[in-house]
């Protein structure tokens, strides 16, 4: 079966605009996570959806959203960007949370 | 909160053999789940092996297999017969019913 697509792969944005990006989960998976990944920070959580609703949200600044849609599949978006916000962000769905997430091949944003 | 601490920000192994990868962790949480993920160079996350905090038998996955020390809590992952391919970011990473905590990374290179 597919994986995890993200969307797009590449993406360079200039400092004060904002983006959107999307993530597809397996079919069937309902629980969708986001997370940044930087060289200084690692991995940090951003949020979690499961049946279009945000069930869990790490300690990021409200610039940071995300909907789900009843597909399950999920989009998020920075706004007003900045330079921090250059980083590798990953998609992960799960049918059940326990079981382990499958990643998708992330998004690699770069903000000039 | 959670806490975790991977103390080799790298390591080398030649093909064939052994190595270990130490990882301990903090939580107040007595349900969870311990994963190992790998990031090989094409970024994408993949699961490695998963254990359960309330089973005592450590976990194995073919050539990868795990010393879970509950009380020390302690979770290092084994790899036997390293192969080229096992070359990549590993993350150890515990989950309590919300989100990943991911350790900072052992950067794994398999010598031929």
């Known amino acids: 079966k597919a994986g995890v697509t993200q969307t797009p792969r590449y993406l360079i944005k200039t400092r004060g605009q904002q983006v959107t990006l999307s993530c597809s989960p397996i079919?069937?998976?309902?629980?969708v996570s986001w997370y940044q990944q930087t060289p200084g920070q690692g991995l940090q959580f951003l949020f979690e959806?499961?049946?279009?609703?945000?069930?869990n949200k790490g300690n990021f600044p409200g610039r940071f959203s995300g909907r789900q849609f009843s597909n399950s599949r999920s989009e998020m978006n920075v706004s007003t960007l900045e330079l921090g916000d250059s980083a590798l962000y990953l998609c992960?769905?799960?049918?059940?949370?326990?079981?382990?997430?499958?990643f998708g091949s992330g998004t690699r944003l770069t903000v000039v | 909160a959670q806490t975790v601490t991977q103390s080799q920000p790298e390591m080398s192994v030649q093909e064939a053999e052994t190595v270990t990868l130490s990882c301990t962790y903090d939580?107040?949480?007595?349900?969870?789940?311990l994963f190992w993920y790998k990031q090989p160079p094409s970024r994408q996350m993949i699961l490695v092996i998963r254990?359960?905090?309330?089973?005592?038998q450590n976990a194995t996955e073919n050539r990868f297999s795990v010393n879970f020390q509950k009380a020390a809590k302690s979770f290092s992952l084994k790899i036997s017969d390293s192969q080229l391919g096992d070359t990549a970011m590993y993350f150890c990473?515990?989950?309590?019913?919300?989100?990943?905590?991911f350790g900072p990374g052992t950067r794994l290179s398999v010598l031929p």
């Open positions: 992960a769905s799960s049918l059940e949370g326990a079981s382990g997430y499958t």
């Open positions: 079919s069937g998976h309902r629980s």
């Open positions: 959806y499961f049946s279009e609703t945000q069930r």
């Open positions: 939580t107040s949480e007595n349900n969870y789940y």
């Open positions: 254990q359960e905090a309330y089973k005592q």
């Open positions: 990473a515990p989950w309590a019913g919300q989100n990943f905590v």
